[in-house]
C-alpha cells in the first residue's frame, strides 16, 4: 500500500495557452515588489517567478467605437486594463463588500471551523485568522517554521472541521492541527508520492483526505502518519492503457491534468492541462473516466452543480463562455449535454463559478468580474461590487453550514464578503 500526503487544489493552469488567462505584467511586478505584514517563511525552496505568474491572469478587454476613427484608435491602444464589459442589465446590482486583510498578496483560500472562526491562506506566506466571522483579519505565523523561508512559499489551501485544520504550500508542504491553529505541525510527505499534492481536506479527528496532480487520491486515519491510496490507477496510467487499447481516437486523450476538485460526497473531477478533455471519479472505482469536451473551444475550468456531480456540471471555455449539463448525467458517457448559459463576459474569462442555493449562482473573472444568476445559471446579470477595484478575481465559496455566508478570493489582497441585495 502507498502511504502519501498532501493538500487541495489552487485554481491554476501550467501553460498561458491552455488557460485563457496570463499575468499582466506590470501587475505582477507591483505583487512581487510588495510584502505581507510580519512576512515568515518555511524550507529552503524559492517561488519561480514565472510559476507565479501562470497563476495570474491576463484580462481580454472590449471595446467599442461610435466611428470608423474611433475604432481603429480602439483597436491599438487595447490593453490588458482597459474598460470593464457592459452590464447584462441597466440595473447591476452590488451585493458584496472589501473586507481589509493585512498582507497584499493573492489570497487562494478561505475555510471556517464555525460562523466566528476561520483562516484565509495566500502568496509569500500570507495567512491570517478571524474571530468575527470575516470582518477582522489578524496575521498569523508557524512557529516552527523558519521566518526566513515562509514568504518563498504559496499557501493554496486551508481546510477546517471540528477544530482539526489542514494547510497546503507549494512547494509541497503539509501542516496539521488539533486545537484550531494554535499549533501546528509539518507532516512528512513521501518522495514516492505521483504527482504533486494538490488537495487536502478535514474529515474529523486525525481524519483527512488527500489528491495528487496525477489524480492519486488517499485517505488517512491517524493525522498523516500513513495513507490508504482509493483508486487503482494514476490518471497517466488510465490515459496510457486508452491509448494503447486500439480505440478509435484514444490519443485524444493524452496530456497532464492541472486542475482536481472535489464535490460533497467524495466524486473529483480534472481537467486536461491542454483544455481538451476532462474527467471523473466516484468513490468506489477503480480508475478516472475521460470525457469529450464536446465543444472546439478549450477548457478553462469546471465544477459541479450545488457542489454534487449528481446536479450536473459546470464548464467555462475560452471567450467568457459558461456552460452547464442537466442532473443525472451518464458519467460512465464520453459526452455530457452542456447547455450554454446566458452571460454577457465582454470577452473577460470566467475564473470560478458558485451556487448560494438552488437559484442562485455566481461567477467570477478576469479584472473582477462578478455575475449572478437568479434562475439557476440560465441567465447572468452583471454585479458592480469589484467595478472599481483593480486585479482578478480567482475564487468564489458559500458556506451553507454557516448561514450561507460567501466569500470572493482575488489578487493583490483582495477579499470581498457576500452582503446580498441590502449592499
Known amino acids: 500500500m502507498k502511504h502519501l500526503s498532501a493538500a487541495i487544489l489552487a485554481l491554476a493552469a501550467s501553460s498561458a495557452d491552455v488557460w485563457a488567462f496570463a499575468p499582466n505584467n506590470q501587475r505582477a511586478a507591483a505583487a512581487v515588489a510588495r510584502r505581507r505584514v510580519s512576512p ?3 524550507t529552503s525552496s524559492t517561488t519561480n517567478d514565472a510559476e507565479e505568474d501562470r497563476r495570474s491572469f491576463v484580462v481580454k478587454s472590449a471595446s467599442s467605437a461610435t466611428s470608423a476613427a474611433a475604432s481603429a484608435f480602439a483597436l491599438s491602444t487595447l490593453t490588458a486594463s482597459a474598460a470593464m464589459p457592459q452590464p447584462a442589465n441597466a440595473a447591476a446590482s452590488r451585493q458584496w463588500r472589501q473586507v481589509k486583510v493585512p498582507f497584499e498578496d493573492t489570497v ?18 500570507s495567512f491570517a485568522e478571524t474571530n468575527d466571522g470575516g470582518n477582522t483579519w489578524e496575521p498569523r505565523s508557524f512557529s516552527n517554521l523558519d521566518a526566513e ?6 499557501f493554496q489551501v486551508v481546510s477546517f472541521k471540528d477544530g482539526e485544520g489542514w494547510v497546503l504550500g507549494k512547494p509541497t508542504l503539509l501542516l496539521h492541527t488539533k486545537d484550531g491553529g ?6 512528512p510527505l513521501s518522495p514516492k508520492l505521483p504527482g504533486d499534492p494538490t488537495g487536502i481536506l478535514a474529515l474529523g479527528p486525525n481524519k483527512a483526505e488527500m489528491i495528487t496532480s496525477s489524480g492519486a487520491v488517499y485517505t488517512t486515519e ?8 482509493q483508486v487503482k490507477e494514476t490518471i497517466d496510467a488510465t490515459l496510457n492503457r486508452i491509448s494503447s487499447s486500439g480505440v478509435s481516437g484514444a490519443s485524444y486523450f493524452t496530456g497532464s491534468i492541472v486542475n482536481e476538485q472535489r464535490d460533497a460526497r467524495g466524486a473529483y473531477l ?33 465544477g459541479f452543480v450545488r457542489g454534487d456531480i449528481r446536479n450536473g456540471l459546470w464548464m467555462t471555455l475560452n471567450g467568457g463562455k459558461l456552460l ?34 438552488d437559484d442562485e449562482v455566481w461567477a467570477v473573472g478576469g479584472s473582477n468580474t462578478m455575475y449572478v444568476s437568479k434562475d439557476n ?19 468564489v465559496k458559500f458556506f451553507p453550514e454557516f448561514g450561507n455566508m460567501g466569500w470572493a478570493l482575488g489578487s493583490s489582497g483582495l477579499l470581498l464578503k457576500y452582503v446580498g441585495e441590502s449592499a
Request: charged fraction near 25%; avoid cysteine; aromatic fraction near 14%.
Open 182 to 187: 494554535k499549533s501546528w505541525e509539518r507532516i
Open 270 to 302: 480534472a481537467v486536461s492541462s491542454r483544455g481538451n478533455f476532462f474527467l471523473t471519479w466516484e468513490p468506489g472505482q477503480d480508475f478516472w473516466i475521460p470525457h469529450n469536451r464536446g465543444t472546439p473551444r478549450r477548457i478553462q475550468n469546471m
Open 108 to 125: 487562494y483560500d478561505v475555510d471556517f471551523d464555525s460562523p466566528a472562526h476561520g483562516y484565509i491562506v495566500g502568496a509569500r506566506g
Open 377 to 395: 445559471g440560465k441567465n447572468f446579470a452583471f454585479d458592480k461590487s469589484a467595478n472599481d477595484i483593480p486585479g482578478n478575481l480567482y475564487n
Open 222 to 229: 491517524n493525522a498523516g502518519r500513513n495513507w490508504k491510496a
Open 40 to 42: 515568515h517563511s518555511m
Open 149 to 154: 523561508e515562509e514568504i518563498t512559499y504559496r
Open 324 to 357: 452547464t449539463s442537466p442532473p443525472g448525467v451518464d458519467l460512465m458517457g464520453e459526452e455530457f449535454p452542456f447547455v450554454e448559459a446566458n452571460i454577457k463576459t465582454g470577452g473577460y474569462g470566467i475564473t470560478d463559478v458558485a451556487w448560494r442555493d
